[in-house]
């Protein structure tokens, strides 16, 4: 069995290569991880990471671990910077083994045709320089430069996560390839742990990504079943099936709740019938009243608006439970007190295309609009008809929805919310508490007028 030791770049206190805000060393353990990976599950080989997490790690330290290894493969990954754009790999300027040419050769030709074209990515070429690395590890030495913090192109597929996803595969299908690694086999076929599978690829792209900040690592496979394209995410393989269970345990633990196991010899499990949570739908009949809705908030914000006549209202218009819908206005502006990206000049209840600092999204005239716009956005996911006649859009973003993509509210989950997996059920948990709340004040109001008929009797 082969032994690679992959190498992140910078960490810790050297952040690397740096440019509004994001940092080399991330895109570079991120990519890492991935490679690591990927070359773990799908052949038989010892990975050695030089680092697992954002820590300080000196050149020599790096160099030092690869040789006490006896390693066959040392594999640096980097981000360049310095006004320039694309991808270019190095080996050492000095006397090098043929084998080391070889391995270049092959590792980046497999990058660049994976993702020159595809993502219009410059080839800058093999090069070589005195690196450190490349020059005090005894085994053939390979550094990358994946693409260019500081151009803001370059910079954007950085962050795109299906990006990430493809050039890390082709530099673990590349490392593969030059040191003919061999196939990872199993008498009972490897356990595949899938955390979420998707028919639309954003999807598996924001649960990848909503597992990275956990740190853990996962992949997209497209796969179609019956006909119908998937993309799982896959967060692991083992030989042992209990191995992957302890997966799935850690997975749930970081909140996804739809992870399952698969293996090369064992069908994927029928899935669980769906909860009565995930049956609840968007659209329907209100049963909680304006002043209902109004009062429950007061509880929490004495100085919430008074906009439940405004939900009831546009939710009968729509179809929409517009009580719901104000319990996800709650969730959104933390009971109408705007302490995230949206201010409450905004008339945005909804947080309708707020994606992050500097972008809080849409503003609406009056708070009537606001709340119009949101009933509308939940009318976008819950149903494919028209507006209802003598309404006009007033959602900006009505027409990039997916229309009846999202009929229950847990649907909105990745969605309306990214990566919000338990996005859905938090909407639904508020909405309980505002009926439970109602039901208690009812309850009191019925045992006061039945002591008072007592009293008159």
Do not use: C
């Not at 006397?95 to 595809?118: E, R």
């Not at 992050?356 to 976008?380: D, M, S, W």
């Amino acid at each position: 069995m082969k032994t690679i030791v992959i190498d992140p770049g910078h960490g810790g206190t050297d952040s690397g290569a740096t440019s509004q805000g994001y940092f080399e060393k991330n895109f570079n353990l991120s990519i890492a991880s991935k490679v690591r990976d990927f070359l773990f599950e799908n052949y038989e080989v010892k990975i050695v990471m030089t680092r697992g997490n954002d820590t300080t790690v000196s050149l020599q330290a790096r160099s030092d671990l690869a040789n006490a290894q006896n390693a066959d493969f040392f594999l640096s990954i980097h981000n360049n910077a310095g006004g320039g754009t694309g991808f270019e790999s190095f080996i050492f300027n000095g006397t090098v083994s043929t084998i080391t040419h070889t391995y270049q050769d092959v590792i980046h030709n497999q990058i660049i045709n994976a993702i020159a074209s595809k993502y219009n990515v410059t080839n800058r070429g093999k090069k070589r320089a005195n690196f450190h690395v490349l020059r005090e590890t005894r085994m053939p030495a390979l550094l990358l430069e994946v693409l260019f913090v500081d151009n803001n192109r370059d910079l954007s597929l950085l962050r795109n996560n299906t990006f990430i996803n493809d050039v890390s595969i082709a530099i673990g299908q590349g490392v593969a390839r030059a040191l003919n690694l061999s196939v990872k086999t199993s008498p009972d076929g490897l356990f595949k742990v899938i955390a979420g599978s998707f028919t639309e690829r954003k999807n598996a792209e924001d649960r990848v990504e909503y597992l990275s900040q956990r740190k853990i690592s996962s992949f997209i496979v497209p796969t179609t079943i019956s006909g119908v394209q998937y993309y799982r995410v896959q967060a692991g393989a083992f030989a042992s099936r209990e191995n992957a269970e302890l997966q799935v345990e850690a997975l749930k633990a970081a909140g996804i709740t739809d992870a399952y196991i698969i293996s090369d010899t064992v069908s994927p499990p029928t899935p669980p019938p769906p909860t009565p949570e995930e049956r609840f739908t968007i659209q329907g009949v209100s049963l909680l009243n304006a002043f209902q809705l109004d009062h429950f908030v007061k509880t929490v914000n004495p100085n919430a608006p008074l906009l439940g006549e405004h939900y009831i209202k546009y939710g009968a218009i729509y179809g929409v439970r517009g009580d719901v819908a104000y319990a996800q206005a709650m969730h959104e502006t933390d009971y109408f007190r705007f302490t995230g990206l949206v201010d409450k000049n905004q008339n945005n209840f909804a947080g309708i295309g707020a994606t992050g600092p500097g972008n809080p999204g849409a503003t609406f005239k009056t708070p009537e609009e606001g709340v119009h716009a949101h009933i509308q956005h939940l009318f976008a996911y819950s149903s494919k008809q028209n507006i209802p006649p003598g309404y006009e859009k007033v959602d900006p973003r009505f027409d990039l929805v997916t229309r009846g993509s999202a009929t229950t509210w847990t649907q909105l989950n990745g969605k309306w919310a990214v990566p919000g997996t338990t996005y859905g059920q938090s909407i639904i948990s508020l909405f309980k508490r505002n009926a439970t709340y109602t039901i208690g004040q009812i309850e009191k109001q019925v045992e006061d007028l039945q002591n008072l008929l007592k009293e008159i009797e």
